[in-house]
C-alpha cells in the first residue's frame, strides 16, 4: 500500500528511509509541525491521500482545509483531491498548512 498507519508492536522501517507528510496549525510553523510517515519509497500523493493520513492523524477535515507551497506561483494553494502532491528534489517532507474553515453558520 501507498502508506498504512503503524502500532507500538510493528517492525516499522527506519524513519532515515522514510518521506513524511509534514502538517501545522495557524500561529505554528513547519518547524513545528506534526509527521506522517509515508512507506519507504513514496515520493508522491494525491490530495485524496493527503486528506486520508491528516484524517487518520485526528485532523478534522470539517473543521480544518490544507494548502500546499505551490512553488510556481510562490504562495499556498488548496489541496483538492485530485491535487497531485510531490517530494521535490532531495526534500523529505511535504508541508501542507491548515487553515479554519469558514462556518456556514456564522455571520459575516
Not at 46 to 62: K, M
Not at 70 to 85: I, K, N
Request: neutral net charge.
Amino acid at each position: 500500500t501507498r502508506f498504512t498507519l503503524q502500532t507500538s508492536q510493528m517492525s516499522a522501517p527506519s524513519t532515515s528511509e522514510r518521506n513524511a507528510l509534514r502538517y501545522f496549525y495557524p500561529g505554528s510553523t513547519a518547524r513545528n509541525g506534526n509527521l506522517v510517515f509515508l512507506a519507504p519509497g513514496v515520493r508522491s500523493l494525491t490530495g485524496a491521500e493527503a486528506g486520508e493520513l491528516l484524517s487518520l492523524d485526528g485532523v478534522d477535515l470539517t473543521r480544518w482545509r490544507a494548502r500546499y507551497r505551490h512553488d510556481e506561483f510562490e504562495g499556498w494553494a488548496a489541496v483538492l483531491d485530485d491535487t497531485a502532491l510531490e517530494f521535490r528534489g532531495d526534500r523529505r517532507t511535504l508541508d501542507l498548512s491548515l487553515e479554519r474553515r469558514a462556518d456556514p453558520l456564522e455571520r459575516r
